[in-house]
């Protein structure tokens, strides 16, 4: 099978000091990929690489286009990678305000992509946002509200909602339940289970959150130091860590 | 100081706004940054469109400058005395008469030619400055043709309002490529834009310049389903009886009696001189007796 992104001795460095280097994998279709790791180990460094937002020094990210085969996504043009991000690709930003427009109404949150790749009826676009919206849990009856009057909760359901509703094949995922109380959060994991199962999603999802990468990833990256010192399936790696580090880390002697 | 150079500008400046206007002619509805320069009167008197006019006047051309419509305001008087002064160029109020037309907020109701140039002032020239702050996203949006913003824009309208509430200096696509802001003409205007004319647009403060060369595909951003509408006065206008003019809203007595007449004040003396006559109209010599 023919992997959905395939991933090739990465390296990215800030002057002199390692972002993160030496990454290697594949994701192939339908797969969730955790990457865990202490702070500063280079996780969002890596993510913001394979999404197309940070140039890498070395390395290559091959992507299975949908309508052309494999490419590579670090030398194409910026006007193919913006619209691979806007059409195959989703990125949920930790923060919701990076990933919302928070000038612009919920339903125009949603109708945004839409648009973007060209919707051009206003009552059908609207009818997506609301279905998309009543799928992240959000009453219709907030369409027309922005997503200032939301909770944190809520921002980043909609957020979520924003990206998906294009039906991309591949999610970027920064830490999408940091900053939650516990039990938003847990509402927010079931609700991102659901969808990925449900719509066959492939997802890259960095945490710092063991039950996050329990619950969603079928394989777990391990970074340390911009390097990634453990990979394997999820199970396997919690419950037989191998690195040092890792059995640390699963141990929660390490607070992460 | 008497001695000016012609129409005021140095001709290196002159060279340096041409270059400007070739480029953006060449790449219709592209915003060409051009390097501005002080001009003797404020920003908000259309320095852009006054240094577009000093860079494309020749000693052969005939001027004219309009303010909403109007030849005699202000504003229009004293950039048409500015050129008659420093260029020695004729003027007239009459658009079929004009080689080159300054405006600000509006286009001439009489169907531009073959030869004729329009000049616009232009307050903001990024239609995106609005939803997008950034100077250097609005660029990168521009290149990529990445315009979903612009609906997003429009569809926020119409969930507020019902209706695309958009009424001046509404946004439009340029020749399948370059979303472009008309300035702040009423949306009534726009179809105008599809024209024989060359039209030049230049901002002022924000250093740019761009342009449509005759006969360039202008079309108004809409949705299928709330189509773009250049609203029609429901009126004739009371001096001329037109009823395919823009008209103005005007007072005419303290009790608040309205009248409603256009806004091209040429086009409406023209007509009445014709005679056609509204149901508030005169003959436009005994409007002067
Ligand atoms: N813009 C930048 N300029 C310089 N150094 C940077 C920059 N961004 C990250 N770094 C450095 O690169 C390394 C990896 O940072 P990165 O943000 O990828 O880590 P992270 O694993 O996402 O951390 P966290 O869990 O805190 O989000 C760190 O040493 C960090 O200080
Ligand atoms: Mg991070
Ligand atoms: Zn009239």
Same mark, same amino acid.
């Given at each position: 099978m023919t992997p959905l992104l395939s991933v090739k001795n990465i390296?990215?460095?800030?002057?002199?000091?390692?972002?993160?280097?030496?990454?290697?994998?594949?994701?192939?279709?339908?797969?969730?990929?955790?990457?865990?790791?202490?702070?500063?180990?280079?996780k969002s460094t890596l993510l913001n690489c394979l999404a197309g937002h940070l140039a890498p020094d070395q390395g290559s990210v091959t992507y299975d286009r949908t309508s052309t085969g494999p490419v590579d996504t670090v030398t194409m043009a910026e006007?193919?990678?913006?619209?691979?991000?806007?059409?195959?690709?989703?990125?949920? +930003?930790?923060?919701? @305000?990076?990933g919302l427009r928070m000038g612009v109404s919920a339903g125009g949150n949603v109708g945004e992509r839409l648009m973007a790749v060209g919707a051009r009826h206003y009552g059908n676009i609207r009818e997506t946002s609301t279905d998309w919206l009543g799928r992240v849990e959000i009453a219709d009856s907030r369409i027309d509200d922005r997503p200032s009057a939301f909770s944190g909760g809520m921002q980043q359901r909609l957020q979520i909602a924003r990206n998906l509703v294009t039906g991309p094949r591949l999610v970027f995922m920064?830490?999408?339940?940091?900053?939650?109380?516990?039990?938003?959060?847990?509402? !927010?994991?079931?609700?991102?289970?659901? !969808?990925? @199962?449900?719509?066959? !999603?492939?997802?890259?999802?960095?945490? +710092?959150?063991?039950?996050?990468?329990?619950? !969603?990833?079928?394989?777990?990256?391990v970074m340390k130091d911009g390097n990634v010192i453990e990979q394997g399936l999820t199970d396997q790696v919690l419950d037989d860590p191998q690195a040092a580090y890792t059995q640390l880390l699963v141990s929660s002697v390490l607070q992460v | 100081m008497s001695d000016y150079n012609f129409a005021y500008l140095d001709e290196q400046t002159k060279r340096m706004i041409r270059r400007a206007l070739l480029k953006a002619l060449a790449i219709p509805g592209y915003q060409v940054p051009f390097a501005s320069r002080e001009m003797p009167m404020p920003y908000g008197w259309g320095t852009g469109g006054v240094q577009v006019s000093a860079a494309t006047l020749t000693p052969e051309d005939t001027f004219k400058v309009i303010d909403q419509?109007?030849?005699?305001?202000?504003?229009?008087?004293?950039?048409?005395?500015?050129? *008659?002064?420093?260029?020695?160029?004729?003027?007239?109020?009459?658009?079929?008469?004009a080689t080159i037309i300054q405006t600000r907020h509006r286009i001439p109701e009489t169907e531009l030619q073959e030869g004729q140039i329009l000049v616009y002032q232009v307050p903001i020239p990024e239609?995106?400055?609005?939803?997008?702050?950034?100077?250097? *996203?609005?660029?990168?949006?521009?290149?990529?043709?990445?315009?979903?913003?612009?609906?997003?824009?429009?569809?926020?309208?119409?969930?507020?309002?019902?209706?695309?509430?958009?009424?001046?200096?509404?946004?439009?696509m340029v020749q399948d490529r370059y979303v472009m802001d008309p300035s702040p003409i009423p949306k009534f205007d726009n179809p105008k834009m599809e024209?024989?004319?060359?039209?030049?647009?230049?901002?002022?403060?924000?250093?740019?310049?761009?342009?449509?060369?005759?006969?360039?595909?202008?079309?108004?951003?809409?949705? *299928?389903?709330h189509p773009f509408d250049p609203s029609k006065a429901e009126h004739p206008c009371a001096l001329?009886?037109?009823?395919?003019?823009?008209?103005? *809203?005007?007072?005419?007595?303290?009790?608040?009696?309205?009248?409603?007449?256009c806004s091209d004040t040429d086009y409406c003396e023209s007509r009445r001189a014709t005679g056609h006559i509204g149901t508030e109209g005169t003959q436009p010599e005994e409007v002067f007796a």
């Open positions: 390296e990215k460095r800030y002057g002199a000091r390692i972002g993160c280097t030496g990454v290697n994998f594949d994701l192939f279709p339908g797969e969730v990929m955790g990457i865990v790791g202490e702070s500063g180990s280079g006007a193919e990678r913006r619209m691979l991000s806007r059409t195959e690709w989703a990125f949920v +930003h930790q923060n919701p @305000r990076d920064d830490e999408p339940t940091g900053g939650l109380d516990v039990s938003v959060q847990a509402r !927010l994991l079931d609700l991102l289970r659901g !969808l990925v @199962r449900e719509m066959g !999603l492939s997802a890259i999802i960095v945490t +710092h959150d063991l039950a996050v990468v329990r619950l !969603l990833a079928d394989r777990l990256m | 419509g109007a030849d005699d305001t202000t504003n229009a008087i004293s950039i048409r005395k500015f050129f *008659e002064k420093t260029a020695n160029v004729g003027t007239s109020e009459k658009t079929e008469e239609p995106l400055r609005f939803l997008e702050p950034r100077e250097t *996203e609005t660029r990168r949006m521009h290149a990529l043709e990445d315009y979903g913003l612009m609906h997003v824009k429009l569809y926020e309208d119409i969930a507020r309002h019902g209706a695309i509430a958009t009424a001046y200096a509404y946004p439009v024209m024989a004319a060359i039209q030049l647009f230049g901002a002022g403060r924000e250093q740019r310049i761009y342009a449509l060369p005759p006969y360039t595909k202008v079309v108004s951003l809409d949705f *299928e389903d001329c009886g037109a009823e395919d003019s823009y008209l103005d *809203e005007v007072i005419t007595d303290d009790q608040g009696t309205r009248m409603y007449v």
